[in-house]
């Protein structure tokens, strides 16, 4: 027999800070591996370990292993939904330090949520979709349009394939530091990993912001005359 949802036993892995740092690192990037983990939560790696084994035990992490070291990452869409959704309502700390200053006003210029782009610039590369109507919104739903179909094909992105995974092909995710949506779904997602793969976006080891970069300024004109994406 199904019984009702525990909101509290989630509610208490969420509400220990250290594990709550774990969890919008992961929100802001891709896998990663304990002691990178326990580095930004800045703990020792026994501790983040711990951690880490009560938030993949809760169902909120998974756990992939790539050659010798294990790698975790969210467990899902829903657990990053959930992330954001929370996100939205928590009161604003200030910055104790001006690199910390930085890096939290590098995230609002661009960043991953989950596994699609996040920030102004995931704000901005959407609009300008809208706009070209590459994509185009009928109420809270994003549609691709067929010129966004030819637009996409020509990265050798297909649509249609797309379209015919269990993942809805786009969501208008709400983007917590701009106010307003961003592309997700598995066009979110792929456009995102397509855009690393050809060095039209870029990160680095010591930050979890994305940035575009001065060729892919450059490309995203000449693909979707975006004017904007990347700047500010």
Not at 33 to 54: G, Y
Not at 155 to 170: F, K, N, S, Y
Not at 193 to 222: K, M, Q
Request: glycine share 10%; hydrophobic share 40%; charged share 25%.
């Amino acid at each position: 027999m199904t019984g009702s949802p525990d909101l509290a036993a989630v509610a208490a892995l969420i509400g220990d800070r250290t594990r709550a740092k774990i969890l919008l690192a992961l929100l802001d990037g891709g896998p990663m591996a304990a002691s990178a983990l326990a580095e930004r939560a800045k703990v020792s790696a026994p501790l983040a370990s711990a951690h880490l084994r009560k938030l993949t035990a809760g169902g909120l992490l998974a756990v992939q292993p790539l050659g010798r070291q294990r790698f975790y990452r969210l467990s899902g869409q829903a657990v990053a939904d959930a992330l954001e959704a929370l996100l939205l309502v928590a009161p604003r700390v200030p910055a104790r330090s001006y690199r910390e200053a930085s890096e939290n006003a590098a995230l609002r210029r661009g960043r991953m949520c989950h596994d699609h782009i996040g920030g102004r610039t995931g704000v901005t590369l959407t609009r300008g979709l809208l706009d070209g109507r590459f994509l185009e919104s009928r109420g809270p739903v994003l549609h691709v349009t067929p010129r966004g179909a030819r637009a996409f094909g020509r990265l050798e992105i297909d649509v249609g394939e797309l379209a015919r995974q269990r993942r809805p092909l786009t969501r208008a995710c709400a983007d917590r530091s701009e106010q307003d949506h961003h592309l997700g779904g598995t066009l979110g997602a792929t456009l995102a990993s397509e855009f690393f793969r050809r060095g039209w976006l870029r990160t680095s080891e010591r930050s979890r912001a994305v940035s575009v970069s001065e060729h892919g300024r450059e490309v995203l004109l000449e693909h979707f005359r975006l004017h904007d994406c990347g700047k500010g």
